[in-house]
């Protein structure tokens, strides 16, 4: 079983940045598809970011878009999602999620199905 543990949320204001991290258990992190979402009250949860485990290559969700960046380190089995340009929108509870398929295809990265694991969440809160 993996377990997705995230980091670094809180409060901060409109222009500030955050860098949220998620550390992953199991032996085989490098073979993971990870995302990010999030979701904030009242509304249905939001793709963030992606990356695949093998291309390295990368997706965004429209709102994020060249203010956030996701990345990883797997020598320490860790998942980063850096915020920039932060906006009262980007106001939600930050999930870290993981596809354990190991499969070296990662179709619908913004799709939530994709994903086996997830942690439970990061809070990000943004005055303006």
């Known amino acids: 079983q993996v377990q997705l543990v995230e980091s670094g949320g809180g409060v901060v204001e409109a222009g500030d940045s955050l860098r949220l991290s998620c550390a992953a258990s199991?032996?085989?992190?490098?073979?993971?598809?990870m995302g990010w979402f999030r979701q904030a009250p009242g509304k249905e949860r939001e793709f963030v970011a992606a990356m695949a485990w093998n291309t390295g290559r990368t997706e965004y969700g429209d709102s994020v878009k060249g203010r956030f960046t996701i990345s990883r380190d797997n020598a320490k089995n860790m998942a980063f999602l850096q915020m920039d340009s932060l906006k009262s929108e980007d106001t939600a509870l930050y999930y870290c999620?993981?596809?354990?398929?190991?499969?070296?295809?990662?179709?619908?990265?913004?799709?939530?199905?994709?994903?086996?694991?997830w942690g439970q969440g990061t809070q990000v809160t943004v005055s303006s």
């Open positions: 999620a993981a596809d354990g398929s190991l499969k070296t295809t990662f179709p619908n990265p913004s799709d939530p199905i994709q994903y086996h694991y």
């Open positions: 199991g032996h085989t992190f490098s073979m993971y598809n």
